[in-house]
């Protein structure tokens, strides 16, 4: 047995394998496969496989053309929410009915079945499940329990006979599940406040709930615990709201209000509860008190001047400098001296010191 390659011999059976490639012979089918591994664009052209033998030689000419490692041109893309689950149909022909399924993540059929999740040989993996309907023809693949890690491109496949494999392709996303219908609320301690909670007009006769804690699953029931937490129901708009008569410090978190026990998505609540604490302030003010002073003004005396009357205002002012008490003998000398040096006033000046005993009295 020979192969070649555009008059170039690659091989023949007495070198069974020679670097990339190989050659495997079945004689009870009186048949033989050449395998080419990890195939090239390059390798892409026209091949011959023969068997010599006496006379003229057999032969079988082969094109074989090399495309991308893809699949496929259509993809079935599938959106879910986390902690849901999604099932793949794929359908096959009459003649894969008893071939090996499997599914696997990525788009390269040449080493999704090295890569397979699960296969028909074993049907339940973890998450995944297969199951094979063959009067249908077409095998489901099921993933519980789903998270965002499952996001991504799958394929699932049909093992031939040939080597060539069928293949069909689906996108999924996985969506995050609390994201359908969040608030955010803000409320003042010792204040009430009130949280609104929709649900589907067919859940009007469900029970309305509030729960409080990080996640759904291990949330409290507020409505049977606490007093201070009040619901009321209204039909008519599909909604109901609870309202905490007076907040505490304690009552921040996260709430979940729902109408449905077993948590479907769409059909409840996620709040997220922020507290304020009011604080009175007392305003301090200040007066301040400032003196106003008024000044008087002297009233001069309008009268006739009396003669001398610069010098008795001197006399004046330095027995007003010389009134202490401790200076009393130097008042009687300014005014002895004031009688020697101005007699023709002593009269007057008798007369001013009378008037002004406090300053000039003997």
Known sequence: MRWWRHQSLLFTLCKAKKNRYSIHDDKQKRVFAATISDLRHTDAGKYWCGVTRTGKDIYTEVMLEVGQDSCCDHSTKVQRYEESSVSF????????????KYIC????????????????????????TLTDDMASRKFTVTITSLTQNNSGSYLCGVHGNTGLDVFSAFELEVKEWCCVMSHKLSGIVGWPVTMQCPYPPQHRDNRKFLCKGDHRKNCKDMMTSQSRFMLQDDVTS???????TELKAGD??????????????????????SLDFQQTSTVMSTINVVP????????????TPIPGKEIKGACVRACMRASCAWLCVFRKCIFLLCSVFFPQMQHSFTLWVSLCPLCCSY
């Open 89 to 100: 149909s794929c359908p096959y022909e009459s003649e894969y009915q008893n071939s090996l």
């Open 105 to 128: 993540r990525g788009n390269q059929p040449s080493v999704c079945l090295q890569h397979a999740l699960i296969s028909s040989d074993n049907k339940q993996k973890g998450q995944f």
């Open 238 to 244: 599909s909604s109901f709201s609870v309202t905490i």
């Open 252 to 273: 921040a978190g996260t709430y979940w209000c729902s109408s449905d026990s077993q948590w479907s998505v769409g059909n409840y609540t996620k709040i997220q509860l």
């Open 292 to 303: 106003t002073f008024t000044m008087v003004e002297p009233v001069r005396s309008q009268a």
